[in-house]
């Protein structure tokens, strides 16, 4: 072979070989990467430290079934006291926001103006009650005179009978010439005289009975007017007894709004002060209709219990459910419920927003874990269980009441399994974990007792 040759077959090997070291230079490099990668994760691995993490045993109890809400504390009653007259305020008998009795005086009017009125109607009423006993005098001689008029008329009409008995007989003795025309005439002037006489008894008779009538009329005008000034008399005892209010009910009063020494109108818009029963109390609040069949069941078997929690309280007000609405709100669809507090403590005031909590029964061997250890994930609510061997794995739960601080597990979850409840946030599923112990509250050292002490 030539030189020529050669030198041709030279360049036509060089390319092969070029790129059989450029396959087998990639090849060893990306072998060589892919074992570096592997060591370098198995060694982190391993060198991955644990988790710090809280747990808490799972564990089975007995859990009460509540509802939950928010409250209005509002007062069992509210009165606005207003004055029913005009006066001028000489006497206020409390204090602000001090707690009164029903019947307690709360303010004096001055009664003077009142009282004149009340003797003024007293007098007259006198007066109309001898008037009414000179009309029944009255009426006393109306009916003597009556009684005098018809014995005269009686009397009178004797007389005429014998005046005309006297005139028929001289009239015969006339006929027969015995006596004179004189003597006829003045006996027919007698007969005449009779018969005037008895006509002026007759109207005598009519007159007096006119005037008992009139006395009868007076008596029961003055019967009236007696009637009538006893119903000023009451009027003005009445109106005089509103110059002394009083408390009527037990409560607790506002501010004054007016005092001392001013003058008060009857009825006037703004009130003298505003008296809030708060012993007992109501506090209201709404649950969702959906729950409404649920109260009314447990409220069947008994009286359900409610609690009050007043801010920054810990301590509860216990009341009972006294009250459920017969409406349901379509607005929000809820259903407004009253509850009934003695309020003996005065923990609770009306406008006051509690968080309520009414207790419909209780559920017995219940799984249980804290609130804390439940975690939502796209699948739902899951919680993050310790193995045996320090390591976690997601169990998803199905949760059937929250009670506080505790919630209540249907399923995912058996009693003495241990939950993480602290440090969730750096789990993954088969992480190690390093359980931490609680920490304990430091115990206070007693002081120590000094020599002094110690003789004492």
Known sequence: MTSNNYDRLKTMRHPLLSAFLLISVSLGTSNLITACGTSQAESGKELRPAVPVAVAPVVQKTLPVQIRSTGLVEASAT???KSRIGGQLIEVGFKDGQDVKQGDLLFQ???RPLEAQLKQAIANQARSEAQLQQAIANQVKSEAT?????????RDSVQMQFANTQRKSYESLYA?????????DQFRTNAEASQ????ASDSAIDTTIAAAESTKADIEAAKANLAAGE????????QLSYTSIYAPIDGRVSSIKVNQGNLVKADDTAPLVTISQIKPIYVTFTIPERSL?????????????????????KKPVEGELTFIDSL????TGTVQLKATFTNKDDRLAPGQRVDVVMKLSEETNVIAVPAQALQTGQKGQFVYVVKADNTVEIRPVKVSNTVGNEVAISEGLKVDEKVVIDGQFNLSPNAKVEVKEPQKEPQKESPKESPKDLQK
């Not at 027969?176 to 006829?184: D, E, K, L, M, N």
């Not at 349901?328 to 607005?331: E, F, G, L, Q």
Request: hydrophobic share 40%.
């Open 146 to 154: 009556i009684a005098q008029a018809r014995a005269n008329r009686d």
């Open 231 to 238: 119903a000023l008399i009451d009027n003005a005892k009445v």
């Open 328 to 331: 349901v709100d379509a607005t």
């Open 293 to 313: 069949s649920q109260v009314k069941q447990y409220q069947k078997r008994g009286k359900l219990k409610v609690q009050a929690f007043v801010a920054n309280d």
């Open 176 to 184: 027969q010439g015995a006596i004179s025309r004189t003597q006829v």
């Open 109 to 111: 009017i001055d009664p």
């Open 196 to 199: 005037s006489t008895m006509s």
């Open 79 to 81: 009165v606005s006291v």
